[in-house]
């Protein structure tokens, strides 16, 4: 299946912030034991924002493509299959963080998100809504989310965003998801019926090819780089 290497590039874009980022905030917590100053700590979410936007464009695409050679239980079992392996990855996460910092670790990150948002986002595509429907869809999660800050029960932290939460990573469904429908309105327009909808031209660049590639393996590149980062900078003489 063709892949663009527009998504491609822009995911790897995002790889590239986020190891960066990841690194300023180990130095900071492992090094010195404080957490990265507030101000920068805004770049996580623009980072957070274009990876969940991609989700939603992807999302847009796979579908397109998968329902015209898949259909009803083979098209569901798709989606839940990935969602399931995401939950997996998932799962690694929140058993590590939970025996390594107890007190913050990560039970709804962003691939707990994502897993989530796999279900949601197809069962949202498979109205095949106009575009503004998606819009309408962004809308109404930013509005649910706000009644939800006010929530402080554990069971419902992973609906709503909560300031009592102590954790590492944290994207709980609300607005996050509303992150996801944008995509999904950008999707449906740039990337109507799998097909791309605007001329764009191919690119021969190595840095570019590099950056690619990144892109396309960024769930296994998310998924090692804390670890070696952390092993890294504990050896680091900061």
């Known amino acids: 299946m063709k892949r663009f290497w527009e998504i491609d590039f822009a995911r790897g874009i995002a790889v590239i912030l986020m190891i960066g980022f990841h690194a300023a905030f ?3 917590y492992f090094k010195h034991g404080t957490y990265i100053d507030e101000p920068l700590s805004y770049i996580a979410f623009f ?14 695409i796979s579908y397109a493509r998968a329902s015209k050679r898949l259909k009803g239980k ?6 839940i299959r990935r969602s399931v392996k995401l939950l997996g990855y998932a799962s690694i996460i929140t058993i590590i963080t939970f025996l390594a910092f107890p007190q913050e670790f990560i039970f709804f990150g962003i691939l707990h ?13 498979r109205i095949k809504a ?17 009644p939800l800050m006010n ?3 554990p069971l419902f932290s992973f609906a709503g965003a909560s300031a009592n939460i102590k954790t590492f990573d944290y994207f709980p469904l609300f607005p996050w998801l509303g992150v996801v429908f944008f995509g999904m309105f950008l999707g449906t327009v740039f990337y109507r019926d799998g097909k791309r909808q605007f001329g764009i031209k191919n690119r021969d660049s190595k840095v570019l090819s590099a950056i690619c590639m ?3 393996h960024s769930l296994l590149i ?7 980062l952390v092993i890294f900078i504990l050896f680091l003489p900061i």
Not at 74 to 79: A, V
Request: hydrophobic residues 60%; charged residues 10%; contains cysteine.
């Open 113 to 125: 998100f994502f897993s989530t948002a796999t279900l949601l986002s197809y069962l949202a595509l």
């Open 26 to 28: 180990d130095i900071t």
């Open 214 to 216: 990144a892109g396309r």
């Open 47 to 60: 980072i957070a924002s274009l990876f969940i936007i991609l989700f939603g464009i992807s999302m847009t």
């Open 130 to 146: 106009k575009p503004v429907v998606y819009l309408l869809f962004t809308l109404i999660s930013f509005l649910i989310s706000l």
């Open 74 to 79: 083979e098209l569901c079992l798709k989606y």
């Open 151 to 153: 929530i402080h029960a």
């Open 222 to 228: 998310y998924f090692i780089h804390q670890p070696v």
